[in-house]
């Protein structure tokens, strides 16, 4: 069993920056590969990144290529986006999750096993 809680969504200006944390608990945190995801209002859940178990690979949609950044730190069971230039279209609830498992990262959302509970990140314009 893994736990996930996101935190650090907010309200923020479009060009602004936010950096989400997701806090993982329940297994080795270095063990299986991270992802983040986001679901807006009316819209079907979408990939933004994932990372490897190892923090030295990680892939990106191409919406937020160039903007966002993911990264994890295992001492801290933690993982990261990093979001800057934010876009009024970056507006969804992000979610973290875990593919247990794997060492790999994947864009596809049925490959992982857990899921937080979510962080809404608003961008206004």
């Known amino acids: 069993q893994v736990q996930l809680v996101e935190s650090g969504g907010g309200l923020v200006q479009a060009g602004g920056s936010l950096r989400l944390s997701c806090a993982a608990s329940?297994?080795?945190?270095?063990?299986?590969?991270m992802g983040w995801f986001r679901q807006a209002p009316g819209k079907e859940r979408e990939f933004v990144a994932t990372?490897?178990?190892?923090?030295?690979?990680?892939y990106y949609a191409d919406s937020v290529k160039g903007r966002f950044t993911i990264s994890r730190d295992n001492a801290k069971n933690t993982v990261y986006l990093q979001m800057n230039s934010l876009k009024p279209e970056d507006t969804a609830v992000y979610y973290c999750?875990?593919?247990?498992?794997?060492?790999?990262?994947?864009?596809?959302?049925?490959?992982?096993?857990?899921w937080g509970q979510g962080t809404q990140v608003t961008v206004s314009s």
């Open positions: 999750a875990a593919r247990i498992g794997a060492y790999s990262g994947s864009s596809y959302s049925e490959e992982y096993n857990y």
């Open positions: 329940g297994r080795t945190f270095g063990s299986y590969a």
């Open positions: 990372i490897n178990w190892s923090g030295g690979s990680t």
